[in-house]
Nanobody
Framework: QVQLVESGGGLVQAGGSLRLSCAAS????????MGWFRQAPGKERELVAA????????YYADSVKGRFTISRDNAKNTVYLQMNSLKPEDTAVYYC?????????????????WGQGTQVTVSS
């Protein structure tokens, strides 16, 4: 059983920064890709960023390119999402998730393990 626990959400003013963390347990973390998703009220859950098992390959949604950075520390079984220059439209519940493969996955249905989510609110 895989457990994913997010932390680091909160309230921040527009232009500010937050760093989300996702601690994983239950399987060999370093073998699998990871992703960060978000879901705003009334909207579908969307992929924000993803990272391969080694960290060598990353993916970003166009809406966050240049502002967000995904990274991982396999020794700590943790994946991070550094969010800079935050905008009110970044307000959402952010989830980390893991597929059952090591290469990047952009299809949400292929993510089989999910955290409980952490709220990020950006005020204008």
């Amino acid at each position: 059983q895989v457990q994913l626990v997010e932390s680091g959400g909160g309230l921040v003013q527009a232009g500010g920064s937050l760093r989300l963390s996702c601690a994983a347990s239950g399987r060999t973390f370093s073998r699998f890709a990871m992703g960060w998703f978000r879901q705003a009220p009334g909207k579908e859950r969307e992929l924000v960023a993803a990272i391969s098992w080694s960290g060598g390959t990353t993916y970003y949604a166009d809406s966050v390119k240049g502002r967000f950075t995904i990274s991982r520390d396999n020794a700590k079984n943790t994946v991070y999402l550094q969010m800079n220059s935050l905008k009110p439209e970044d307000t959402a519940v952010y989830y980390c998730a893991a597929p059952d493969r090591g290469t990047i996955v952009v299809v949400i249905s292929m993510y089989t393990h999910w955290g409980q989510g952490t709220q990020v609110t950006v005020s204008s």
